[in-house]
């Protein structure tokens, strides 16, 4: 894994009345460049990251990849609405600061990891937002899921401060961000992504950079379409499975095996079948991301009524108060539907 190095001098939690100063004549973040290729990389950059590292979000994902970059050395300041959220990583040295503003301010790249759009949207561009600490040299990357509109508003106002801006949402769960397993989605300043590649490695297995801003929202979008599909119909086989007498984890063990083996069946259906659903991905998150692939689709006139059909499934099962539990909870609201017919 790539490490981070020390950059500046440390700054205490009583930020300087003058803002960190954007770059003068000498880039503040230094480190070679590597070519890499315009759809994956297969390999982890060697290059060292030389500077501070801003952390906003820190829930079920952005906790463990702050925790990830201070592991690696990084120099890391992190932000979040409830501060108690911070107290874990402060006391393995991260600092604090009191708002997304001041985190940018004294960050070369500030990472954020939200929970919808409009935590995105007031994050970076609402008052007292990062949109604010932001000037020339440095580099806003946002790993939050959210729709293309969203991530090209931000993009504009983070342009015009005259930083760089690279949408990098992840393909993983709790599990894989703890690992630094994930996959980043990468688009906007190549520039920025590839200065903060080595960060990337620390955080992720692979990443893919796919051009303008929005591209990478996009792709996000379609890949969890795909998977909460792919999750009610799982959810359908094992209750079906069960009704005409068969046992469901024999089924799962045989999906396991077969043309159709997915990581997240074998994963995801042992605790299925015992009706627990310990959260890794929310599934109001997944019931978020249909909504906005579905939108994305209406956009372009793109015919998806599997989806449209698994977004109904899971707007029902955030009616009967699953939206924490995990996204495989929606088996539940098929339950509930078998029992009203019954």
Partial sequence: MALCSAFCP????????????SFPSKPLLSLSFKVFSSQATDASSQDKFSGRVGFLGLGIMGSPMALNLIKAGCDVIVWNRTKSKCDPLISLGAKYSSSPEEVAANCDVTFAMLADPESAIDVACGKNGAVSGMGPGKGYVDVSTVDVATSKLINEHIKARGALFLEAPVSGSKKP??????????????????????????????RF?????????????????IMGSMMASFSEGILLSKKVGLDPSVLVEVVSQGAISAPMYSLKGPSMVKSQYPTAFPLKHQQKDLRLALGLAESVSQSTPIAAAANELYKVAKSYGLSDED???VIEALKAKSQDTA
């Fill in 10 to 21: 440390r700054i205490s939690t009583n930020f300087r009345p003058k803002p960190f100063s």
């Fill in 327 to 329: 996204f495989s909870a």
């Fill in 209 to 225: 950079y796919l051009g303008k801003v929005g591209n990478g929202a996009a792709m996000k979008l379609v890949v969890n379409m």
């Fill in 177 to 206: 961000a703890e690992d630094g397993q994930l996959i980043f989605l990468t688009a906007g300043d190549r520039s920025l992504y590839e200065l903060v590649s080595p960060l990337l490695d620390i955080l992720g297995k692979s």
